[in-house]
C-alpha cells in the first residue's frame, strides 16, 4: 500500500475514534461545523467569484444596451438629417423644373400671340 494512503488511513481512523468516543450532542455539533465550514469554503472559492463575474458581465451588457439605445437615436436623428437633405434637393429640383414650366409656357403664349387667329 502507498504510504501516503497508509498515513492518511491511520490518520483518519484516530479522527473517527475521536469522534466516535463524544457524547451524541458533541458528534452532531462537530459535524454541523464540519458542514458549515464545507459550505463556507465552496461559498468562499466558488460561488463568490462566480456572482461577481456575474455581476460585472450584467453591468457591462447593461452599459452595451445604453450604447446601442444611444446609436439608435442617433441613426435615427442622422437619418432625418439625411431625408431633409434629399428632400431639399428634391424641392429646390422642382422648384426648378417648375420655372421651366413656366418660361416654356410664357414663350408657347407668347408664340401663340404671334400666330393668326384660327378665324
Same mark, same amino acid.
Given at each position: 500500500?502507498?504510504?501516503?494512503?497508509?498515513?492518511?488511513?491511520?490518520?483518519?481512523?484516530?479522527?473517527?475514534?475521536?469522534?466516535?468516543?463524544?457524547?451524541?450532542?458533541?458528534?452532531?455539533?462537530?459535524?454541523?461545523?464540519?458542514?458549515?465550514?464545507?459550505?463556507?469554503?465552496?461559498?468562499?472559492?466558488?460561488?463568490?467569484? &462566480?456572482?461577481?463575474?456575474?455581476?460585472?458581465? =450584467?453591468?457591462?451588457?447593461? +452599459?452595451?444596451?445604453?450604447? /446601442?439605445? $444611444? *446609436? !439608435? %437615436?442617433?441613426? &435615427?436623428?442622422?437619418?432625418?438629417?439625411?431625408? =431633409?437633405?434629399?428632400?431639399? +434637393?428634391?424641392?429646390?429640383? /422642382?422648384? $426648378? *423644373? !417648375? %420655372?421651366?414650366?413656366?418660361?416654356?409656357?410664357?414663350?408657347?403664349?407668347?408664340?401663340?400671340?404671334?400666330?393668326?387667329?384660327?378665324?
Amino acid at each position: 500500500m502507498n504510504p501516503i494512503l497508509h498515513r492518511l488511513k491511520t490518520r483518519f481512523s484516530e479522527w473517527d475514534e475521536i469522534f466516535r468516543a463524544r457524547d451524541l450532542r458533541e458528534r452532531v455539533m462537530l459535524a454541523g461545523v464540519a458542514v458549515a465550514l464545507v459550505f463556507f469554503v465552496v461559498d468562499t472559492t466558488l460561488t463568490r467569484p &462566480v456572482q461577481r463575474e456575474r455581476t460585472r458581465i =450584467s453591468l457591462g451588457m447593461e +452599459r452595451l444596451r445604453t450604447n /446601442l439605445q $444611444q *446609436l !439608435e %437615436r442617433e441613426e &435615427v436623428v442622422l437619418g432625418n438629417v439625411a431625408r =431633409s437633405d434629399e428632400e431639399k +434637393r428634391a424641392e429646390d429640383e /422642382l422648384r $426648378q *423644373l !417648375e %420655372r421651366q414650366l413656366e418660361e416654356i409656357e410664357s414663350r408657347m403664349g407668347e408664340q401663340i400671340a404671334e400666330l393668326v387667329p384660327p378665324t
